[in-house]
């Protein structure tokens, strides 16, 4: 891989109080490459995803976009920059439709002040009309049924759909970095075959776009990640590809226990 | 051959449509109508039972409801003009009752008000506790330019507006630190503040509050005398209703323009979801502070008007209890629903009014209405209504 970095985290540090939530974190991800993020549960993956994303502030090290330093910017501020991301547990606006929350995932693109929104109305009908129809584009690509259920409330959704409607939602802003947090969580193995579908053809069509997914499904982590990191009580263990690094000891005491590796390599 | 059939039913689906905006409406004035000129308590339960049944019949039957609403967002420009047109006519069939005029005044100011807090209470989910005092300060504003500096209605009315706003943004910057319940207690705070201020300020009165604002003058024409048109006579308060009803009008496309737009979904996301939308670029601050200017700015022109409506305004007009009865209003109607809205305040309004025996108990009526919506249906009696995109 030799694609020019777009992402690169250093140094980053997170404390809550007395309680470090994460040391001295480095990484880097290039333009079109996926980088798997694994650990046990509390080993800090959604805390890095958190500082990447602006909500929370890393109390030291920094995160640069294509070289630009973003931590301290508010969170509303760094998806405007690119970094789009979805959630561990969906956070759909559930009581919107579909379509809505596709439109709401393009903001940034949209200008529309107050004074626009009453005083002229026909430019800002025509700017929502145009998101509209990016949106029903978009939710077309990504899943033929889920453009079918647009007019429906986001709740109806079956578990699957909202997770590729949180997808769709993240591409509406047009991100350099899509940040993926479980996606696979709470699906079955077709479900989670489908994403895995779906996120491989996302990758074909937008080759520049660079993912970061957090992922306890070794199946998808084993297929789909370039490189693998692997996070354990808020510091990196290992990184490198999936091969390699589930070979490492440390990444097996970390997953399986030591006494259980033990047994293993026994 | 077919396209000739088509074209038929196309006219004839046209003109159901259209038969069915014009029945709701013609008949919904009418119910008003009736509602408004009853004096009998047992005519008025009457009204209301059948108002009950007619939402529970539409709650049962959704096709037929689907079919109105089709009806209506089909012949949207005619539903508009027929509205319009019925708001202009109805002072002339209440029987010159003045007490039937005040009361769609004061119904219509609270309407404002109500859809002015619907902003924040139904788009975005924020519990103000503030619009009485942004209410009072409109009116006080007003009231005092036209009492110390002669300014005329015209000018004092935006300037109102103006001053209200600027509070709103005062109120709104600090509250931007706390949320949820704690936001309610800062609004409530502020409400309490703004009435103890124009309590004991001496320049506002004090509780005697400010008396002797003159009534509005149009083209030598002033609002205290008889409205006369076509050699029609229509009390003076219809002044004031025609004032009123255009300000109601104003406050619906706000209402529209402002839900149709990236500011309403905006709002929309902050209230699913506040997290999610930051992170979809949403800056949360900013469109919660804008919800409360655009709620002070609405509320400073109701203000304004019942200052010169009424002649006499005093702090005891803009207490908690006000924001309070605003609030009810917005949770009844339905949130995040402009027609619903309405309906919450013309109800709320006019029922403690029409049945007198309970006027004691007024606060009790809000209480238990709150309890009650919030317990059987919390989406009010018209529930907000997915956004729909031309095509």
Known sequence: MSAPVILEGSGLTMRFGGLVAMAEVDFTLRKGE?????????????????????????????????????????????????????????????????????????HTHMKTGIFDAILRRSKAEAELAEAADIAERLLKAVSRGLYEQRHRPAAELPQADRRRLEIARALA???????????????????????????????????????????????LVASLPHRVLVLDYGQKLAEGSYEEVRLIPRVQEAYLGRKATQNAQA | MSVSVTATRRT?????????????????????????????????????????????????????????????????????????????????????????????????????????????????NIPNFATGASYGIGAYASALLAL??????????????????????????????????????????????????????????????????????????????????????????????????????????????????????????????????????????????LAFVVDAFLAGFAGTIYAFYVGFISPDNFTFLVSVTIMTMVIAGGMDNTLGVIVGAFLLTMLPEKLRAFSDYRILFFGVTVIAFLMIRPQGIFPQRLRRYGG
């Open chain 1, 173 to 219: 802003s047009e991100p350099k970095v899509l940040l993926l947090d479980e996606p696979s969580s709470g699906m079955d193995d077709a479900d989670t075959d489908a994403l895995m579908d779906d996120i491989r053809a996302l990758c074909a069509e937008r080759p520049e776009l660079a993912m970061m997914i957090i992922e306890h499904d070794m199946r």
């Open chain 1, 34 to 106: 996926i980088l798997g993020i694994i650990g046990p549960n509390g080993a800090g993956k959604s805390t890095l995803l958190n500082i990447i994303t602006g909500i929370y502030v890393p109390s030291s090290g920094e995160v640069r976009l294509s070289g630009e330093r973003l931590n301290g910017q508010p969170a509303h501020r760094i998806v405007g920059k690119g970094i789009a991301r979805t959630f561990q547990s969906s956070r759909l606006f559930g009581d919107l439709s579909v379509l809505d929350n596709v439109i709401i995932g393009r």
């Open chain 2, 148 to 289: 110390n500096w002669d300014v005329s209605f015209w000018l004092a009315l935006p300037a109102a507006a103006v001053v209200a706003t600027i509070f709103g943004f005062v109120l709104g910057v600090p509250s931007m630190r706390t949320r949820d319940s704690y936001l309610a207690l800062v609004t409530i705070a502020f409400g309490v503040v703004v009435h103890q201020l124009l309590n004991n300020l001496e320049f506002t009165g004090g509780p005697n509050g400010l008396v002797g604002i003159p009534a509005p003058e149009l083209f030598g024409h002033s609002f205290a005398s008889p409205l006369v048109i076509f050699g029609h006579s229509l009390p003076s308060q219809a002044n004031f209703y025609y004032l009123s009803a255009a300000l109601v009008g104003v406050s619906i496309l706000f209402a529209a323009r402002l839900h149709h737009s990236r500011i309403g979904l905006a709002w929309n996301a902050l209230r699913a979801d506040e997290l999610a939308a930051r992170c979809q670029g949403i800056n949360a601050t900013w469109y919660k502070v």
């Open chain 2, 12 to 124: 004839s689906g046209a003109a159901t449509a259209l038969s069915i905006v014009a029945l709701t409406e013609i008949g919904s004035a009418a119910f008003l109508r009736q509602f408004l000129l009853a004096e009998d308590w047992r005519v008025v339960v009457g009204l209301l039972g059948f108002f009950a049944i007619v939402l529970v019949a539409l709650q049962r039957l959704p096709t037929v409801e689907a079919r109105i609403e089709g009806a209506f967002s089909a012949q949207g420009r005619f539903a508009t003009l027929l509205g319009i047109a019925i708001v202009l006519l109805f002072p002339f069939l209440l029987e010159k009752s003045t007490y039937a005029l005040h009361l769609l005044i004061i119904a219509q100011l609270y309407a404002v008000l109500a859809l002015a807090l619907n902003f924040q209470l139904g788009s975005a």
